[in-house]
């Protein structure tokens, strides 16, 4: 059922990819502004002759996977944190679903101003936006926990930290994973953003590179490789759930 989705999808993509370059060559769509699939494709390897798309690539996955793994430590024990403690819940949890909606991307001068011009405030402002949905999709997956569940473990005479391991995170698995792709991918998009705006190593600077060259190909080239890299990080993510859920 899966390889046949995942066939389904790469079939529709394929299409929507024919019909730009059949949009383009009849005139709908000015190739001057977006170039024909093919000519993307064969800036690919240009771009990894010349560009350095695996040295950029290695520096925008370390700055993803570090505000990631910094908001996965962080937000799932905030998450715990609130709920086990009602009156903190009620007072946070509001505050964390309107930091989820803000674009914190535009605070890039601020952040600037208090760690300078290096990979630290692409990691920092990733972290920050990253945090929301694991705190958020964290509490929600231990307040959807049956609470038949926890009557068995505690007749089981299960303590907290045992109740927590062995009932509490298995059952809110599902719920605390979604926090975390949604974390990596809002992490992976703020760190290209962030290194677009400022011009700073990485996939996202080579973006602005190639745009300000008016390399259309390169340019779209750059962006369909990001979009691969997000794909690639989300299903990884997804076959590691699947393995600790059938580990569990």
């Known amino acids: 059922m899966r390889a046949g989705a995942a066939l389904f999808g790469l079939v529709v993509v394929a299409g929507l990819v024919g019909l730009v370059q059949v949009a383009i060559g009849a005139g709908f769509i000015d190739e001057y502004t977006v170039p024909r699939p093919m000519e993307i494709a064969a800036a690919l390897p240009r771009l990894v002759r010349e ?39 009620r007072s946070f949890e509001p505050w964390a679903a309107v930091l989820a909606a803000a674009p914190l991307v535009l605070a890039y001068p601020l952040f600037l101003v208090l760690f300078g011009r290096s990979s630290v405030t692409v990691v920092v402002i990733a972290f920050v936006s990253a945090l929301p949905p694991v705190v958020l999709q964290t509490v929600s997956g231990f307040s ?16 907290r930290r045992s109740e927590f391991r062995h009932v509490l995170l298995p059952a809110a698995l599902p719920s605390v994973f979604t926090g975390l792709r949604l974390a990596l991918m809002f992490g ?35 962006i369909g490789f990001v979009v691969l890299v997000s794909v690639t990080f989300f299903v990884l993510l997804d076959g590691g759930e699947r393995w600790l859920r059938q580990r569990g």
Request: net charge neutral; aromatic share 8%; proline share 3%.
């Open 144 to 159: 959807s926990v049956r609470p038949v569940l926890l009557a068995v473990g505690r007749s089981f005479g299960l303590g």
């Open 51 to 89: 560009e350095h798309v695996a040295s950029r690539f290695l520096v925008s996955a370390a700055e993803t996977f570090a505000a990631g793994a910094l908001a996965t430590v962080v937000g799932t024990a905030l998450g715990a944190a609130l709920f086990r403690w009602p009156l903190l819940r």
């Open 188 to 222: 992976l998009i703020n760190v290209i953003g962030v290194e677009f705006l400022i011009n700073l190593g990485g996939l996202g600077a080579l973006i602005n590179d190639l745009s300000e060259r008016y390399d259309l190909p390169g340019t779209w080239a750059a």
